[in-house]
């Protein structure tokens, strides 16, 4: 089965809809690329959760509009029309709420350690569930509390890193010089 032809029943050419110009979400470069990706692997989802349209507004996308660019990317010319959802009886403020809160989760958070625990990180890195930041963020979250918890000793020494610019060098050498003369002090010196 062709991408640009399929074998579903009636279809939807992409040029008939129309891209929301006010749409407030964006998506870029990783996260449109997971976004292809995932309905690369995936097309099924877009029958469980379809590009929302008014057809009383010439076909505007009201929810969906990277889903729509993606499949673009895919090559895809005309999709199923279970793909896609008509919103036109709503009345236009319904519409604009929609718009915006179809790009909202302000309810939920991600569970990381059943993702973990359940998914394969490289999958979920693909899918755009989770941004490599955010995986390092937590471990390092878990790192840094087992570090306080467990392995935290007192230091011996306390290190300073003074940054200053090159025309203060003969007044601050001469304070370091001061300071090194304390016993048990020592001054090492670097410049970029």
């Known amino acids: 089965m062709s991408k640009k032809q399929n074998n579903l029943g009636d279809t939807i050419r992409l040029s008939d809809l129309r891209l929301n110009p006010r749409n407030p979400r964006t998506i870029k470069d990783k996260k449109f690329e997971a976004l292809v990706k995932s309905l690369a692997d995936f097309p099924e989802t877009l029958e469980k959760r379809p590009i929302v349209i008014d057809s009383s507004n010439a076909n505007m996308i009201l929810a969906g509009n990277q889903r729509y660019c993606a499949l673009k990317e895919l090559g895809y010319s005309e999709i199923p029309k279970e793909w896609v959802s008509d919103a036109s009886n709503w009345s236009e403020k319904k519409k604009e709420k929609f718009v915006v809160l179809d790009n909202v989760d302000p309810y939920g958070d991600w569970d990381l350690d059943i993702l973990k625990e359940d998914y394969d ?25 087992k570090i306080v918890t467990e392995e935290i000793r007192p230091y011996k020494r306390i290190h300073f890193l003074i940054s200053f610019h090159p025309d203060d060098y003969e007044k601050i050498q001469n304070e370091l010089n001061t300071i090194a003369s304390i016993r048990d002090i020592e001054v090492l010196q670097s410049g970029n």
């Open 121 to 145: 990180t490289e999958d979920l890195l693909d899918m755009g569930v989770l941004e490599e930041v955010d995986l390092f963020e937590e471990d390092m979250k878990a790192v840094e509390k």
